[in-house]
């Protein structure tokens, strides 16, 4: 039976909670399919910072390199507000996007329906709604060039960032998103601000050409801040999103409403050899160390890096079972607790899944 190297990279805040049940899960898949994942840490974040003084240890995009699939926590807190910029806990996860060639970002936003009521939004807007955005992951503001401040003798100062994207950067985004689109509804909606931007007119031209190759799949093209209205206001025209990088960070935040909290929301971040896998929610400072915060987004992160990096589809699927049968049992954690329900722990809820993924087998 085959072996699996997974990177494990907690990071900081509640990713130290959450990745400890991803990785229970996935033993419980090894046990039912006989495959052996082999899980090998590596420290990026704050964690890093405090161990090494930088925010990708040394060795981290090695390990990442030598492994099947990285299975990611979240990086980022209070602690670390006020080291210098390029040295933040956020820039070891920008520096694993860029250097794993991590160009595409899927961040499926899927509206459970015994949930419909987690969501401060009115069930009949949220009910149905299964979307899929897809963020270019290295390219536009967040690592154009030139960036940077210049500081002015009178005390004033000029900062800069560069969004810009090449057709070639444009073109497999696009690609990704046809395809992904395809194994779907056959939506596709590029987000852009073709308005404004000179970028977003060579992402539409590209995007529009390479969608030439998909008579399948209906494009149609949306303005970022209609996009971001259009998604709390009717939320089910959407199937498959695609859009660059800043517009679908933001984006993909304002999804995760849909499916009641951030602790649901899984991601794969995919286009170079290893692919890296990680919930959305980030570090949660403010319910770090308590023990309950919601294990889902890991969970199905796992589902997700078996169902894209190692081919295990139907693995994949029973891991996606568990978790909603464990839903439909009623077993809530807190973030989506209703009021007076007595919510579930992180290794409580956990248990419940891993317990229903042995059961799969
Ligand atoms: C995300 C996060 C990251 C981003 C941060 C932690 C750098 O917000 O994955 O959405 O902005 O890409
Ligand atoms: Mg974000």
Same mark, same amino acid.
């Given at each position: 039976? &085959? ?12 990713? +130290?909670?959450?990745?400890?049940? &991803? ?9 039912? #399919? ?17 161990? #090494?003084? /930088? ?5 981290? *995009?090695?390990?990442? $390199? ?9 990086? !980022? ?54 979307? @899929?955005?897809?963020?270019? %992951?290295? !390219? ?71 969608? $030439? ?15 971001? @209205? ?5 939320? #089910? ?20 409403? %849909? ?28 319910? &770090?160390?308590?023990?309950? /915060? ?5 969970? *199905? ?14 693995? /994949?699927?029973?891991?996606? +079972? &568990?978790?909603?049968?464990? *839903? ?8 989506? /607790? ?20 042995? $059961? +799969?087998?």
């Amino acid at each position: 039976m &085959a072996t699996y190297r997974i990177a494990v990279l907690p990071g900081d805040g509640i990713g +130290q909670e959450v990745i400890p049940e &991803a990785i229970r899960v996935l033993e419980a898949v090894g046990k039912g #399919t006989g495959a052996a994942f082999e899980f090998e840490r590596g420290l990026v974040g704050g964690a890093a910072i405090d161990a #090494t003084g /930088a925010p990708l240890a040394p060795g981290t *995009l090695e390990l990442c $390199r030598a492994s099947h699939a990285i299975l990611f926590g979240a990086v !980022g807190g209070p602690k670390w507000d006020d080291v210098p910029h390029e040295q933040r806990p956020e820039r070891g996860l920008l520096a694993i996007r860029k250097e794993l060639d991590l160009y595409a970002n899927l961040r499926p936003a899927k509206c459970f329906p015994m949930l419909v009521d987690a969501s401060p939004l009115k069930r009949q807007v949220v009910e149905g709604t299964d979307l @899929m955005v897809i963020r270019e %992951l290295t !390219g536009g503001l967040y690592f154009g060039e030139p960036r940077g401040v210049e500081r002015f003798a009178d005390g004033g100062a000029r900062a800069i960032n560069t969004m810009a994207y090449t057709s070639r950067e444009v073109e497999r985004i696009a690609r990704i998103g046809f395809e992904v689109a395809r194994k779907r509804r056959r939506r596709l909606t590029s987000v852009d601000k073709v308005n404004v931007l000179v970028v977003s007119q060579l992402w539409r031209e590209v995007v529009t050409r390479v969608g $030439r190759e998909y008579p399948d799949v209906t494009l149609d093209h949306m303005l970022v801040d209609n996009c971001a @209205m259009a998604l709390v206001h009717r939320p #089910t025209q959407f199937d498959t999103i695609v859009t660059e990088n800043t517009f679908g960070d933001i984006l993909s935040d304002e999804a995760a409403i %849909l499916a009641g909290s951030m602790g649901m929301l899984p991601s794969a971040s995919l286009g170079g050899a290893v692919g890296l896998f990680e919930p959305v929610h980030g570090t949660a400072p403010d319910i &770090a160390g308590k023990g309950i /915060a919601n294990p889902i987004a890991a969970i *199905l992160s796992a589902a997700m890096l078996l169902r894209y990096s190692l081919n295990m589809t139907k693995d /994949a699927d029973r891991v996606d +079972q &568990a978790v909603l049968r464990v *839903l439909e049992g009623g077993h809530r954690t807190a973030d989506i /607790a209703a009021a007076g329900a007595r919510p579930r722990g992180t290794r409580e809820m956990g248990d419940l899944i891993v317990r229903e993924v042995e $059961r +799969q087998y």
